[in-house]
């Protein structure tokens, strides 16, 4: 079974820090991807990245930036945290170029920022 | 501008059957997908149809109706277990997910 590993369950940040979210999957597959869930809201792609050292802009970049330097991990950077990013983050990974290939989650990180 | 609709909320009784509906308006369509996410849990995959027509997996069925922008999940025998919220999500002409706010099922005995 994929499993994806989130660093954190709970984190809380006080606003203007800079927040670090770990990813780590071990299934060896080229996609990953970051999204924030909030209530009402469908899931928002932030950012995801087709290979290591790749980035694409999801749809809600702003303030956000990744970095990945190995292929098995995935990290999400918040520059200055504003409590508008008080939210669930869920990082996911699949295999394959098509796009089909279903999304594996991880537990999700949830962050408050104060 | 692209968009998908779900129920927000739904209830049934255990050992009945469910069906969550999911319409979408989408820049083209390349497949749609359900997942079931648990309360603090990861969302995990259920189906995938790109194909109109019904298939079945177990006591979970997902249809899809590519001409009326359509599919529905279908629950048999619900468990308690069930209790959870599904996401619907279509993959556009881009191959970039697009994803319903979910719909929270709640099972009572």
């Known amino acids: 079974d994929v499993k994806v590993t989130q660093s954190s369950r709970y984190l809380v940040k006080r606003t203007g820090e800079k927040v670090f979210l770990e990813c780590v999957q071990d299934?060896?597959?080229?996609?990953m991807f970051w999204y924030r869930q909030d209530p009402g809201l469908g899931l928002r792609l932030i950012y995801f990245?087709?290979?290591?050292?790749?980035?694409e802009k999801g749809d809600i970049p702003e303030g956000y930036s990744v970095s990945r330097e190995k292929k098995e991990r995935f990290s999400l950077i918040l520059e200055s945290a504003s409590t508008n990013q008080t939210s669930m983050y869920l990082c996911?990974?699949?295999?394959?170029?098509?796009?089909?290939?279903?999304?594996?989650f991880g537990n999700g990180t949830r962050l408050t920022v104060t | 501008g692209q968009n998908i609709d779900q129920p927000t909320e739904m209830t049934a009784t255990e050992g009945a059957i469910v069906q969550i509906n999911c319409t979408y308006q989408?820049?083209?369509?390349?497949?749609l997908f359900w997942y079931q996410q648990h309360a603090g849990e990861a969302p995990t995959f259920l189906s995938y149809n790109v194909l109109d027509g019904l298939e079945e997996k177990g006591r979970f069925s997902s249809f899809l109706s590519r001409s009326k922008g359509y599919s529905y999940l279908l629950l048999k025998e619900l468990q308690m277990k069930d209790s959870a919220s599904y996401l619907c999500?279509?993959?556009?002409?881009?191959?970039?997910?697009?994803w319903g706010a979910g719909t929270k099922l709640i099972i009572k005995p």
């Open positions: 990245s087709y290979d290591v050292k790749m980035k």
């Open positions: 999500a279509v993959l556009d002409s881009n191959y970039q997910l697009i």
């Open positions: 996911a990974s699949s295999f394959g170029d098509s796009g089909i290939s279903p999304l594996h």
């Open positions: 989408t820049s083209g369509f390349n497949g």
């Open positions: 299934m060896d597959h080229e996609n």
